[in-house]
């Protein structure tokens, strides 16, 4: 303090005015986390069921990042609304996709046409197949022998 003093300097020295000063929390890295994975789980919501396991995974990392604290830091609270909704609209968007591709003809109509185009068998025929195939294994299902064979495929 006497050698502050001596070289002129005025107010606080500077290892007061250190211990003085406001500390801005640094964010933790579970929050961070969290955020990304909800980021994620917000971006995948038309691709079925992914968003399920990466909003899980930023719920988790919110509820991990408060620590012993009794509150969660607004950050994990964004992260845990965001994989929450994006949840919730990924699990009801794949269910109206299925009960619209099994119940609504012309949906279905579509799906038998597409998936006919691509693998030569329509999505009934095959998913009748493929029962006929868990009843019996031994007995492979006839669609299989139709695909080309590796290496052999037709050209236009």
């Known amino acids: 303090m006497e050698q502050y003093e001596q070289q002129g300097g005025q107010g606080v020295p500077p290892q007061q005015f250190y211990q003085n000063m406001p500390v801005r929390p640094v964010a933790n890295s579970m929050t961070i ?6 980021i994620i789980a917000a971006l995948t919501i038309l691709t079925g069921i992914i968003p399920v396991f990466f909003g899980s995974l930023a719920i988790l990392f919110a509820v991990l990042s408060k620590g012993s604290n009794l509150k969660m830091d607004s950050s994990g609270k964004i992260s845990t609304a965001i994989a929450t909704v994006s949840m919730i609209l990924g ?6 996709t299925m009960y619209e591709m099994t119940y609504d003809p012309e949906m279905k109509n579509m799906m038998n046409d597409t998936f006919e185009q691509m693998y030569g068998v329509s999505f009934d025929e095959y998913m009748e197949q493929m029962q006929q195939f868990y009843e019996n294994p031994d007995q492979p299902p006839e669609f299989l022998n139709n695909l080309p064979q590796r290496g052999k495929v037709d050209t236009l």
């Open 91 to 96: 699990i009801t968007i794949t269910g109206v």
């Open 33 to 38: 986390l969290a955020l990304i994975f909800a």
